[in-house]
């Protein structure tokens, strides 16, 4: 079963930046769409950055020009770089394919306050 790790989260103030990392325990990042997903307290959980087949990205509106999303397929790892960081990213942020397939891991805490 493949198992998904996340990590790189953490505090950081508004306009900051951070660098999320997502290892699989498989090589499920070639074959997969793959996405970043968040859920803030009380909300759905929600996809934010996508990485498409040929690298081709796509973001949710709400993080479009400030997130970037990567994978390194010989590291079966994803990154999502987060910069100018607002308040109303604070969640906790997932990876999976999307569609999800996989189990989710325990994710990682991004909290944006000053």
């Known amino acids: 079963q493949v198992q998904l790790v996340e990590s790189g989260g953490g505090l950081v103030q508004p306009g900051g930046s951070l660098r999320l990392s997502c290892a699989a325990s498989?090589?499920?990042?070639?074959?997969?769409?793959v996405a970043w997903y968040r859920q803030a307290p009380g909300k759905e959980r929600e996809a934010v950055a996508t990485i498409h087949s040929g690298f081709i990205t796509s973001y949710s509106d709400s993080v479009k020009g400030r997130f970037t999303i990567s994978r390194d397929i010989a590291k079966n790892t994803v990154y999502l770089q987060m910069n100018r960081l607002k308040p109303e990213d604070t969640a906790i942020y997932y990876c999976n394919a999307r569609p999800p397939s996989y189990s989710w891991g325990q994710g990682t805490q991004v909290t944006v306050s000053a």
């Open positions: 498989g090589s499920i990042f070639a074959r997969n769409v």
